[in-house]
């Protein structure tokens, strides 16, 4: 796992921790509880299709936090109208402390042909204390679309289907995340830098080499310079048809990325430590400099993909959004903070935007509980769906071979 990886599961035990402190004042003997989390953006749920003559495998790619158990596994049930269409138990992966690598899928031996809302329930399984507890539920819409092959070189005729989900919430939400959340530093010996994450509908390959930067405005008054923004890898949110050469397929997809802020840190101002071996921040902006209201703007050559919007504390951190509080908060990991995230009229950056489903769930369905909070990310929504989410086939291509992509 990366360094991100490691910091991320530590500060999952020191989140543990403190959330236990308070019950182990209670009367004993009680069991402390283990706080366990799902990383957002490193959740992936897909469909896969191994032959488009078949059906489709549900697959969940995920980071979870608080796994303790040598035995522990979770549990993913896929769900229609109430009716369970299969159940299936899956071990961790590789492992960092109490993180652990989740890849889960459903059984080639029992594909699934079922198409519109799903629900798919993932389950913790503490093997030690013999009980499964709720980790997330997923509702989501899966769609069938044409696998088509050339008959005579004027028509097209279907010859099965591929799956995937539509994931049209993704591109409503954003995250910032705090590097290395839990340093405490005097001096600069680990990095503070910030990242945001986001989606876009569409083909990622618009995405490269382009210049990224972050225009932002705090209280209102503009930042004198604009920040650099990096990319970081895309990822795709969907199981999408990759096949070199072949025009046969026609498939929606999603993916998501993140940008990694250059010469801006989170937090109050740390000097360069005189021993010369840590960061130099004689030239890096922080945070807790800026405190208030921030907008930015997510620019790529000049033109605005995405405008953020997040209130940063005193202490130079984005506080966390009010979804993240309460009895019914959207549980995250620490340093982890949901921001509000604008498209801009006439996304150039999204092929599809469906504002309804912007405004009814975060990615996979997670429920939006108070929508009146998120005014600002609903001011530039389109008033109805728009762009091809239904792609026509095309005359050409070949049969495919063998399986496909997995």
Same mark, same amino acid.
């Given at each position: 796992m990366n360094k991100s990886t490691v910091v991320r599961a530590a500060l999952s035990l020191a989140i543990s921790m403190a959330t236990t402190s308070a019950y182990a004042q209670q009367a004993q003997p009680q069991a402390r509880p283990t706080v366990r989390v799902l990383d957002e953006t490193e959740t992936y749920l897909r469909l896969w299709t191994p032959s488009p003559s078949g059906g489709y495998v549900v697959r969940l790619e995920t980071i979870a936090y608080g796994v303790t158990g040598r035995a522990d596994a979770t549990q993913m049930v896929v769900k229609q109208n109430g009716r369970t269409l299969v159940t299936q138990r899956c071990a961790f992966g590789s492992r960092d402390g109490t993180a652990a690598r989740l890849s889960c899928a459903t059984p080639d031996s029992n594909l699934l042909t079922a198409t519109g809302e799903l629900?798919?329930?993932? *389950? #913790?399984?503490?093997?030690?204390?013999d009980r499964t507890e709720p980790l997330r539920t997923f509702v989501v819409q899966a769609r069938k679309y044409p696998d088509w092959i050339r008959g005579d070189g004027r028509r097209v005729t279907e010859w099965g289907g591929r799956y995937q989900i539509?994931?049209?919430d993704a591109i409503g939400t954003a995250w910032f995340w705090h590097t290395n959340p839990g340093t405490t530093q005097t001096e600069a010996h680990e990095s503070q830098s910030v990242r945001i994450y986001t989606a876009f509908a569409g083909d990622p390959a618009r995405f490269r080499g382009s210049v990224y930067s972050l225009r932002c405005t705090v209280n209102g008054t503009r930042l004198p310079a604009d920040i650099e923004a990096r990319i970081g890898g895309v990822n795709?949110?969907?199981?999408? *048809?990759?096949?070199?050469?072949?025009q046969d397929t026609r498939m929606v997809?999603?993916?998501?990325? #993140?940008?990694?802020m250059q010469q801006l840190w989170w937090g109050r101002r740390v000097p360069f430590p005189a021993s010369r071996a840590g960061y130099n921040t004689e030239n890096t902006r922080f945070m807790a400099d800026h405190a208030g209201a921030w907008s930015c703007d997510l620019r790529m050559d000049g033109t605005v993909l995405r405008t953020f919007m997040f209130t940063v504390g005193a202490d130079g951190r984005v506080a966390a959004h009010a979804e993240?509080?309460?009895?019914?908060? #959207?549980?995250?990991l620490g340093g982890l903070s949901l921001i509000e995230v604008r498209l801009p009229a006439n996304s150039p950056a999204d092929e599809y935007i469906d504002p309804a489903a912007i405004r009814a769930s975060f990615q996979f369905g997670q429920p939006r509980r108070q929508a009146n909070l998120w005014t600002n990310s609903f001011t530039t929504l389109p008033a +109805?769906?728009?762009?091809?989410?239904?792609?026509?086939?095309?005359?050409?291509?070949? +049969?495919?071979?063998?399986?496909?992509?997995?």
């Amino acid at each position: 796992m990366n360094k991100s990886t490691v910091v991320r599961a530590a500060l999952s035990l020191a989140i543990s921790m403190a959330t236990t402190s308070a019950y182990a004042q209670q009367a004993q003997p009680q069991a402390r509880p283990t706080v366990r989390v799902l990383d957002e953006t490193e959740t992936y749920l897909r469909l896969w299709t191994p032959s488009p003559s078949g059906g489709y495998v549900v697959r969940l790619e995920t980071i979870a936090y608080g796994v303790t158990g040598r035995a522990d596994a979770t549990q993913m049930v896929v769900k229609q109208n109430g009716r369970t269409l299969v159940t299936q138990r899956c071990a961790f992966g590789s492992r960092d402390g109490t993180a652990a690598r989740l890849s889960c899928a459903t059984p080639d031996s029992n594909l699934l042909t079922a198409t519109g809302e799903l629900t798919i329930e993932l *389950s #913790y399984i503490d093997d030690e204390n013999d009980r499964t507890e709720p980790l997330r539920t997923f509702v989501v819409q899966a769609r069938k679309y044409p696998d088509w092959i050339r008959g005579d070189g004027r028509r097209v005729t279907e010859w099965g289907g591929r799956y995937q989900i539509l994931a049209h919430d993704a591109i409503g939400t954003a995250w910032f995340w705090h590097t290395n959340p839990g340093t405490t530093q005097t001096e600069a010996h680990e990095s503070q830098s910030v990242r945001i994450y986001t989606a876009f509908a569409g083909d990622p390959a618009r995405f490269r080499g382009s210049v990224y930067s972050l225009r932002c405005t705090v209280n209102g008054t503009r930042l004198p310079a604009d920040i650099e923004a990096r990319i970081g890898g895309v990822n795709s949110l969907t199981e999408v *048809s990759e096949r070199p050469n072949m025009q046969d397929t026609r498939m929606v997809q999603w993916n998501r990325t #993140y940008f990694e802020m250059q010469q801006l840190w989170w937090g109050r101002r740390v000097p360069f430590p005189a021993s010369r071996a840590g960061y130099n921040t004689e030239n890096t902006r922080f945070m807790a400099d800026h405190a208030g209201a921030w907008s930015c703007d997510l620019r790529m050559d000049g033109t605005v993909l995405r405008t953020f919007m997040f209130t940063v504390g005193a202490d130079g951190r984005v506080a966390a959004h009010a979804e993240q509080t309460g009895a019914q908060a #959207y549980r995250q990991l620490g340093g982890l903070s949901l921001i509000e995230v604008r498209l801009p009229a006439n996304s150039p950056a999204d092929e599809y935007i469906d504002p309804a489903a912007i405004r009814a769930s975060f990615q996979f369905g997670q429920p939006r509980r108070q929508a009146n909070l998120w005014t600002n990310s609903f001011t530039t929504l389109p008033a +109805r769906a728009t762009g091809n989410a239904d792609p026509t086939p095309v005359a050409g291509g070949a +049969r495919p071979r063998g399986r496909g992509r997995r």
